[in-house]
């Protein structure tokens, strides 16, 4: 006698019926389930090539082999995946971003200017266990979202005035390279009467100066990243409206007395109130709030080799951003919206320029950058994990001996000169680098040039860890 | 008004003086607390000198600083520490021990053989905070118990009859090197009628031999660790009586038909018998079940030099050890006492013999050593941490440069030629070595001769990390 038999003869057989009907009722509503899996970081952190390499993979993973620590494709139960990025208004352009990353030199796809979206449908068989229950085979709809980390950037400004914005903002350019760079604008600022009635062609002419400003000021050799507002630096759609013609009021001391109607700072401080209700609220209702896992990019190494003042800027700016994840703290985040986000993961990108031995470093160093906001997290109950990957991987293991001993080293293309070379490319430090640890140059990492990702036959040696990062970031979606 | 004042004009006159007098109370009882901290590791693991160093540097730590994450000395709160250890029954030789790492050339002090134990009185100031509920200051008698790990491997003894245990021990005797070393011996007991009269003077000339044959694959070069009994080897009190005079019947068939009273079988069985109710049962009533927290310490780097079969054995003799805590499986455990081991900290030692770019390496490459057993830990609500450790630091940071880039080398004094020796010291694998890793001598860790550790002015630079583990084992300890 089978289950349905012995059932039956419990409990009678209208309601092992209608336990058959609710069961398959279920079983259909289970079938088909959706994940929205959102990736950021700061500019030229690897978010389009990684999104890039990680479907690529993904599409291939019923055949290729190539993601060994991914349950579902190494247990073979990955029937195909269909990539439906059509479907989305804002679609990423992802045959055109595998294609380049395939030609002979590596064409590398261009940088994430606003949020765009790739849709897989992924077909795949259920555990052993679960297929009588709930039926064989399910679909897990799987949307990756791209956006620029700096609109995170952003989210302070939900709650401070305008006036606090400023004072922020002011402290901030009492710093170099601050300083130095912003001096004809801190300058042009002190000769406006903010009183005065407002010129809708002067504030658009300082905004535009502003904007450049921050421009420069993300660019090498400064390569800044804590830059407000993000949308100036990154306008996405918004490119060219009004709504980004706004900027903080750096002065030595705040315009004094009550603010005339229809004066300059009157009417930047509409818009800064515009920019909060037009642009950052509406984020963070439309797509952040919608978000279930988000992965955050982060390239440290490059960081490092820039020095001080970049590397703290780009803690500061990362620690900002993750901010918009500290729910508790930020109540008015929870008014907006139930946050949804369980898992986030932290990647440090180009794992491949160091050699394996100096991984377990690199994901703590990233740890160590970020452990207040990680424990945050843990606060809020969001699991959170750093680890190393490379997207696309450019070099491979090599040896040295030293003192007897072997040395891991690596060989890859050098960037600059696309010559051949075998060498011990560094160590990652262990400890948050100090004061004079800058003084000498410590870190120069060296830049591989990228290599070229096949169109097929892809090989668990094009990445590293990518597998590790689909496991932890969508394994337990394909029960 | 005082609180109390307001306390008063609240509830009345006698019940602030009921309130206040239990509060008395119960601050009498909590100026005094015990925690008993057990010390294990297999042979050689540095068990001696890491109970000495630990406890020198925490009778200094009131005025010596070098203890810098160890919260309750770094904030000033150690007011000063006693040594009561002749009040206990088994006296670790603590001074003895400090004066000989004192010496120049440093003595290493005589290895654990039986168990012995620490007492220390440590009289602190409370934290802020409690100081007012709770009184000014209080006393933790820490005990440190040390004990051969060799004795943990008995456990699986009290779940096995003499016919379990003979065939598990069976097993192992199949593998090299064991199956070559005990050769004469496997003979010898093919030799012996087991269903003949006992003569004892056998028994006894054959578990001599036996215990001959365990400390032989004890010993360079094989340096085995599963080896049972463990009193055998390591017999504590219990030296030269006849509950030791036993061993396994390794035969390549076991004896047929019923035993006959009085023979060699049923003689060896007793003996099997009396071993558990006797050695193994009461280790874990009288000390095992009175211990609040363990350390448990493994010198990796050693192990790896030694080959694949050290290793393979170490790893399995660890995980042997680690089944004393898993008392959900071991439900013996928990129906002889009621287990309150609440924290475990597994202890690489040694991690001056590599550079502190390798530490994450080797904390890690513990982890992965004992991943099954930590995770069943976790499962039982017992906290564990791996931590790379040097008890007496015998190293200094030096640094080479290698293409370009600075390779982290050691400073110290080779142990087998006693030169001042300046290179590079390998690395720590970051994952568990294949066969094919094994073939090319690739662990080559170099052995570094001891340097003394002053009787005073202890520095931060004299250990590595004891203050961070002092801080997991007691900082909660300190309220």
Redo the contacts between chains.
């Keep these: 006698m089978g289950i349905g038999g012995r059932l039956k003869s419990w409990i009678g057989d209208q309601r092992v019926e209608q336990l058959r009907d609710r069961l398959a009722e279920l079983a259909e509503q289970s079938t088909e389930h959706h994940l929205r899996l959102a990736v950021t970081g700061l500019s030229q952190s690897g978010k389009t090539v990684f999104i890039s390499a990680l479907v690529h993979h993904l599409l291939h993973a019923h055949r290729s082999g190539s993601l060994p620590f991914f349950d579902v494709a190494t247990s073979g139960r990955i029937i195909g995946s269909r990539d439906l990025s059509d479907e989305s208004g804002t679609p990423f352009p992802l045959q055109q971003a595998i294609a380049g990353l395939g030609r002979e030199p590596p064409h590398w796809p261009a940088s994430t200017r606003e949020l765009s979206e790739v849709r897989l449908a992924i077909r795949y068989r259920r555990p052993p266990g679960l297929r009588r229950v709930l039926g064989e085979s399910a679909t897990l709809y799987l949307d990756i979202i791209d956006y620029p980390g700096e609109w995170l950037l952003d989210l302070p400004m939900l709650e401070l005035s305008f006036e606090q914005w400023c004072a922020s903002q002011q402290r901030l350019f009492e710093q170099e390279p601050r300083l130095s760079v912003a001096s004809d604008w801190l300058t042009r600022l002190r000769q406006v009467d903010w009183h005065a009635p407002a010129e809708p062609a002067l504030l658009q002419e300082l905004s535009g100066t502003y904007t450049r400003l921050l421009h420069r000021l993300r660019s090498d050799p400064y390569a800044l990243s804590l830059l407000q507002p993000g949308r100036c630096v990154l306008p996405g759609e918004l490119e060219g409206t009004e709504l980004l013609q706004l900027f903080p009021l750096v002065l030595p001391s705040w315009p004094m007395g009550a603010i005339p109607d229809g004066s300059f700072l009157a009417l930047l401080k509409s818009r800064y109130e515009q920019y909060r209700q037009q642009v950052v609220r509406p984020f963070y209702l439309r797509h952040f709030s919608r978000f279930d896992r988000q992965v955050v990019l982060v390239d440290c190494l490059k960081t490092l080799n820039r020095g001080e003042a970049c590397f703290e800027d780009m803690q500061r700016a990362l620690n900002g951003i993750l901010q918009s994840f500290n729910y508790g703290r930020n109540g008015f985040l929870r008014r907006l919206f139930k946050p949804r986000i369980d898992r986030v993961l932290f990647a440090s990108t180009k794992a491949d320029h160091v050699t ?6 690199l994901d ?1 160093f990233l740890e160590l950058m970020i452990q207040d906001a990680q424990r945050d997290m843990g606060f809020e109950g969001i699991a959170t994990r750093c680890m190393a990957i490379a997207s696309v991987r450019s070099t491979q293991a090599a040896e ?1 001996q ?8 690596l060989r890859g293309w050098r960037k600059d000169s696309d010559e051949e070379i075998a ?6 430090p ?1 400890e948050l680098p100090r004061a004079e640890d800058w003084t000498q140059e ?1 870190f ?1 990492f060296i830049d591989f040039a990228p290599r070229r990702l096949p169109q097929n036959e892809l090989q668990p040696s094009h990445h590293i860890r990518l597998d590790q990062l689909l496991e932890y970031m969508t394994g337990d979606q394909f029960r």
């Design positions: 394996a031995n100096q991984h377990h470093n703590r040295a030293v003192d007897g001993q072997t040395l891991s080293c060498l011990f490319p560094g160590e990652v262990t410590r120069r």
